[in-house]
């Protein structure tokens, strides 16, 4: 006999447990499924550090930050426990770039600062600054596997069942629901949400219209800040752009956006890639005076990302899919887990920026970093 839900969730990273918890929490029978074991090393949710900010080029992000800001402060206040820590967000970089950053706050009302480089350094001494930063100061860090334990945990005991360490092998929308078969069962649903990341373009073949989704493997470092110094969140935004962060453990993370190779999700190698690593070792050396210069551990992750680094939200009969997060979606989860939910379960998301079909919000370079 099959079992049978409300909706059938196939990935259980950062978005698809985002919205397993918010299926739960609405009253919906849910079942979550991942192919891997919690916390896993093997996609993109991993680790303990992520950046939360509102200092955006495109006011869509900026609006949606702002409620997803909202959201994770309200899940601090109900669980007692700060997954969010305000510690300032700097942009420096390429000036067009920190003119439309500043463009987009204004455009939803969001207060910063211009910093030249003296204020910069006295504000920052832990950094470097040759030319003007603009300062956010709401930005901040969110706990990622605190946040992705709070989602699960609220999501079983508000009913959801998740399975882990069992892979989708095919989806079939039939006439009364959704077929989810795997190498232990076949689940019905009467929809289904795919959150599967780097697996994304596999899982759903024949499925859904998507846009071409590249996976990249990234590297980070982390360093030992110096005298108990203290860090804001920080991307330089240049031809190679870096960004930092401090970590809840206390140490500094520092990573190139968008510079790893393309890889199989299946088959990559999380070996570091000599190049890109002795380029990142030099940036920190040459940029980031606060902290000890030699890293005291690493970690790779990876991106799967459309060409235009926008998100996929959107429904094709009843197969929703949340994907294409690489590189900044995490920021997102509480709310994208909420639209995610609604549209499974009925609900459009009116104005969706992240439909299928679409065209191009802004020209030039990325400001989505």
Known sequence: MTDSYDVVVVGCGGAGAATTWWLARSGFRVLAIDRFEAHHVRGSSHGRERIVRLAYGDPVYVALAQESLRMWHELDAAIDAPL???????????ADELEQVARGCESAGVPYDWLNPDEARRTFPGLRFEGRALLQRDAGCVDAHAALDTFERSAVANGAVIHRSETVTRIEEQAAGVDVTTDRATYRGDAVVVTTGAWAASTLAGLAPLPPISVTREQVAFFRPKRDA???TFIDRRETSYYGLPTPTGLLKVGEHYTGPV?????????????????LLAWVRDNVPGVEPNPVDHNTCLYASGPD????????GRVTVGVGLGGHGFKFLPLLGRRLAEIATGTPWADNPFRFARGPRLAGRSLHK
């Open 84 to 94: 969010v820590r305000t510690v300032g967000g700097v942009d420096t970089g390429f």
């Open 230 to 232: 203290t860090f804001p």
């Open 263 to 279: 890889v199989d999700a299946d088959t990559y190698s999380a070996d570091l890639e000599p190049r890109t690593w002795q380029r």
């Open 309 to 316: 680094e926008d998100f996929v939200v959107d429904r094709r």
